[in-house]
């Protein structure tokens, strides 16, 4: 536990003195993504926990790549703090996800701040923030269980809009060869205006 809490703080420190903020926001368009390729942390199926003291800020554990990827900021070279290796969250396509539309709260993590794990560096902990009511949205899985994947625990997550446009965008880039993302489930109707 105290290991999280420094991660956590180390986190926001790092992000605070690169006057970064670590609230994000879910609402991007097209024209607001960058692709490009360096090291970078792969939040896609991270399972989060809160942070305690930081309400609204979550612990993700997600994992370390390099290559190409998109965000709504530029790549940037990883960045050595005193609390470790600092790089950020930033998109890579994805094969497959359900589609939800409850109450569920699940982690925004896009460019946010990440810290690679001194022990294991294919791993790093991100600081995502908890998104809700934000309808409907993706779990990205390869297997869709009606009773399981849109109710258990608070995941890595995007918007159906959202990840269908920044999909579109980096998989337009010619960067990574194209391929169908599969919906797993039948999305639910869209809510009435």
């Given at each position: 536990?105290?290991?999280?809490?420094?991660?956590?703080?180390?986190?926001?420190?790092?992000?605070?003195?690169?006057?970064?903020?670590?609230?994000?926001?879910?609402?991007?368009?097209?024209?607001?993504?960058?692709?490009?390729?360096?090291?970078?942390?792969?939040?896609?199926?991270?399972?989060?926990?809160?942070?305690?003291?930081?309400?609204?800020?979550?612990?993700?554990?997600?994992?370390?790549?390099?290559?190409?990827?998109?965000?709504?900021?530029?790549c940037q070279p990883i960045k050595h703090t005193a609390a470790g290796e600092l790089i950020y969250s930033r998109y890579y396509p994805v094969k497959a996800y359900a589609v939800c539309s409850n109450d569920r709260p699940w982690a925004w993590c896009l460019d946010v701040p990440c810290l690679i794990d001194k022990s294991d560096p294919s791993k790093a902990n991100c600081t995502c923030t908890v998104a809700k009511n934000q309808n409907p949205y993706v779990i990205v899985t390869s297997h869709y269980n009606p009773k399981t994947t849109c109710t258990t625990g608070i995941i890595s997550s995007a918007t159906v809009s959202g990840i269908t446009q920044i999909s579109n965008f980096i998989q337009s880039k010619h960067l990574i060869p194209p391929f169908t993302i599969k919906v797993l489930n039948t999305p639910p109707p869209s809510p009435a205006p």
């Open positions: 536990m105290l290991k999280l809490w420094f991660c956590a703080l180390a986190l926001a420190f790092a992000a605070a003195t690169m006057g970064e903020s670590l609230a994000a926001t879910t609402a991007t368009n097209a024209t607001n993504f960058t692709a490009c390729k360096s090291t970078y942390a792969l939040c896609t199926t991270a399972a989060c926990t809160p942070i305690a003291g930081q309400k609204g800020n979550l612990n993700c554990p997600c994992s370390v790549h390099t290559g190409y990827s998109a965000g709504t900021k530029a």
